[in-house]
């Protein structure tokens, strides 16, 4: 089954503290991309931050850095010194080819950051 | 540059009534193209993608349907509408996997309340 997973529905961090969300996906693909996007309260979908599967060093963008680990299929996205602008639904996002070329997301993690 | 634009932005139809979105791209040949929905507090939910003119796949069965007439214009419709059918609809534009590099970019959104 082709599925990305992620189990945490809400989370809440204070300002200027890191905060790590999850997200597991399953695929007998080899090389491939994954995505976090971001939905703040205006709905406009952005990308965060993509990681390449063959690459083993884990992407970073300013205070966005993921940890990817291949083998466990997992893909966490790490934000450092949360900002109150950072409050958003995150989905993490897969696009499972073999023929199909589907982008399929996760249900998404709701973040507050709280000042 | 690359552009998507989707519309209505709001639309609020009775049940039984029929529903057309459009969202066309520009600035780009060829994409793939996506309908999701985001019902209030949950994840997108992949319902029609498209590789080509004419040539539509449907992830789930519903009261809905899809089209594509122009390389770059993709519809989503409905005969008669339900009350399920009420919820966030996103269309997304990507380029083809040529190096699986399959990255998403969304339109504004329209959000349908059917009443």
């Known amino acids: 089954a082709q599925t990305v997973t992620q189990s945490q529905p809400e989370m809440s961090v204070q300002e200027a503290e890191t905060v790590t969300l999850s997200c597991t996906y399953d695929?007998?693909?080899?090389?491939?991309?994954l995505f976090w996007y971001k939905q703040p309260p205006s709905r406009q979908m952005i990308l965060v931050i993509r990681?390449?599967?063959?690459?083993?060093q884990n992407a970073t963008e300013n205070r966005f850095s993921v940890n990817f680990q291949k083998a466990a299929k997992s893909f966490s996205l790490k934000i450092s010194d949360s900002q109150l602008g950072d409050t958003a639904m995150y989905f993490c996002?897969?696009?499972?080819?073999?023929?199909?070329?589907?982008?399929?997301f996760g249900k998404g993690t709701k973040l507050t950051v709280n000042p | 540059s690359q552009t998507i634009h989707q519309w209505p932005a709001t639309l609020v139809q009775p049940v039984g009534s029929p529903l057309s979105l459009e969202c066309t791209v520009e600035?780009?040949?060829?994409?793939?193209l996506y309908w999701y929905r985001q019902a209030a507090g949950r994840g997108l939910q992949l319902l029609f993608y498209?590789?080509?003119?004419?040539?539509i796949s449907s992830e789930v069965p519903q009261n809905l349907s899809a089209s594509r007439p122009q390389d770059r214009q993709f519809i989503l419709s409905s005969k008669k509408l339900l009350l399920s059918d009420s919820g966030f609809y996103l269309c997304?534009?990507?380029?083809?996997?040529?190096?699986?590099?399959?990255?998403?970019?969304f339109g504004q959104g329209t959000r349908l309340t059917v009443v």
């Open positions: 997304a534009w990507s380029l083809p996997p040529t190096g699986l590099n399959t990255e998403a970019f």
């Open positions: 695929t007998s693909e080899s090389n491939y991309y």
């Open positions: 990681q390449e599967a063959y690459k083993q």
């Open positions: 996002a897969f696009p499972f080819q073999g023929g199909s070329e589907k982008l399929v």
């Open positions: 600035g780009t040949s060829n994409p793939n």
């Open positions: 498209s590789v080509g003119i004419g040539q």
